[in-house]
């Protein structure tokens, strides 16, 4: 079975620092997109973040940009999100998900990159709650 296990979420102060970390098991980690999604209270999922280890493409919702880093460490099956200079509009469980077979993918075949989209991705794994106080 695949897993995903999203982890290092907290409680910070505004300008603080946090570093989510994504854990996959069952799941080949080649040819595959991992995303980073948000769920604020009474708001809509939205993307955060994507990475993509064929075309080495990167996403970065145009709130978070110079402030969050994506990366993958293939060797140990994890992926990471970075947050630097954390914002009370940051709070959200955040979610990490996983598209497999991105080669075979349209966002791949047509050079768009790695898909902000939910609904592309293939697994989920539960959140991990980050609460940025003002």
């Known amino acids: 079975d695949v897993q995903l296990q999203a982890s290092g979420g907290g409680l910070v102060q505004a300008g603080g620092s946090l570093r989510l970390s994504c854990a996959a098991s069952?799941?080949?980690?080649?040819?595959?997109?991992i995303g980073w999604f948000r769920q604020a209270p009474g708001k809509e999922r939205e993307g955060v973040s994507c990475i993509g280890s064929t075309d080495h493409s990167e996403y970065y919702r145009e709130s978070v940009k110079g402030r969050f880093t994506i990366s993958t460490d293939n060797g140990k099956n994890t992926a990471q999100l970075e947050m630097t200079d954390l914002r009370p509009e940051d709070t959200a469980v955040y979610h990490c998900?996983?598209?497999?077979?991105?080669?075979?993918?349209?966002?791949?075949?047509?050079?768009?990159?790695?898909?902000?989209?939910?609904?592309?991705?293939?697994?989920w794994g539960q959140g991990t709650q980050v609460t940025v106080s003002s």
């Open positions: 069952g799941f080949p980690f080649d040819d595959f997109v």
């Open positions: 998900a996983a598209l497999g077979s991105y080669s075979k993918n349209p966002y791949y075949t047509s050079g768009l990159g790695c898909p902000s989209t939910e609904y592309e991705y293939d697994f």
